[in-house]
């Protein structure tokens, strides 16, 4: 079968619109809200340290290689630089686009308002997360192993359906619009058919480290926003039932990436 960088973006990415229709349910109560906002949660904390260890990890690398001779540090210490500036640009963007471009306070704007606000910056963090996972796939393809780029996407498209699920979660029971539900969609999922494309022509380990880091800078901004968020409804047992069920979840769809990689 013949993949090009487009459609194996197309496949990883579209599967995130599998977990949108959770926000348009009828059925759900607080206590089904809260679990959902905690699980969210726990589905984005995954991701922080699944992205930030990632990043760590091949800082840490270069520094032993420089260690023992193989090479400068100099490349470790550009990646770390990248991975400061990174962090810190994506948890500083958000509160600076939060304050710059939604009006009201957290707990001034009425409950539909902000869950429509925070799944928005949820989406904007998961995109970031997914262009650097369309990177992945493209920079595959370039070299070559375009059944291994294939196995990525088929897995990323896994993990993606959990992503969005924890975009729509915190608008149960506040019945979105469809149109709504779509444009958060194409915000998480789109940057992974965009980061296929770019990786297919122009590979960069210093850009991944850097896309990595600015999504688990924005994702860091997010979990503090839904602690906040999940606190409001005062369902303190189910909210931490939920934060462990999102996480176990999306460790096992990451294992199944693994697995099936």
């Given amino acids: 079968m013949t993949t090009t960088p487009l459609a194996l973006g197309l496949l990883a990415g579209v599967t995130i619109f599998l977990g949108l229709p959770i926000a348009v349910l009828p059925w759900i109560t607080t206590k089904m809200r809260a679990f959902l906002t905690a699980a969210s949660t726990g589905v984005l904390l995954f991701l ?6 990632k990043v760590l990890e091949g800082i840490e690398e270069l520094l032993e290689s420089a260690s023992v001779g ?17 962090l810190s640009v994506g948890l500083l963007g958000l509160v600076w686009f939060e304050r710059r471009f939604i ?43 375009t059944r291994l780029a294939l196995l990525l996407a088929v897995g990323f498209g896994l993990h993606n359906a959990t992503e969005g699920f924890g975009i729509a979660a915190p608008l149960a029971g506040h019945t979105p619009r469809w149109g709504f ?77 693994i697995i099936f990689s």
């Fill in 70 to 86: 193989y090479q400068t540090s100099r490349d470790a210490w550009q990646h770390a630089g990248l991975f400061v500036v990174g």
């Fill in 48 to 53: 922080m340290v699944e992205m930030m260890g």
């Fill in 181 to 257: 539900l779509a444009l958060l969609g194409l915000i998480g999922g789109g940057p992974t058919f965009l980061g296929a494309i770019v990786g297919s022509l122009w590979t960069s380990q210093a850009l991944e480290v850097f896309f990595l880091s600015l999504a688990a800078g924005t994702i860091l901004y997010l979990v503090g926003e839904l602690l906040h968020l999940g606190r409001q409804m005062r369902e303190e047992a189910t909210a931490e039932i939920g934060l462990l069920v999102g996480f176990f979840v999306a460790m096992a769809t990451d294992f199944l990436t």
């Fill in 103 to 145: 009006r009201g306070g957290k707990d001034a704007a009425p409950p539909k308002t902000r869950a429509h606000q925070v799944a928005l910056m949820i989406a904007i963090g998961i995109g970031l997360h997914n262009f650097s996972e369309g990177l992945a796939i493209g920079h595959e393809h370039s070299f070559g192993a």
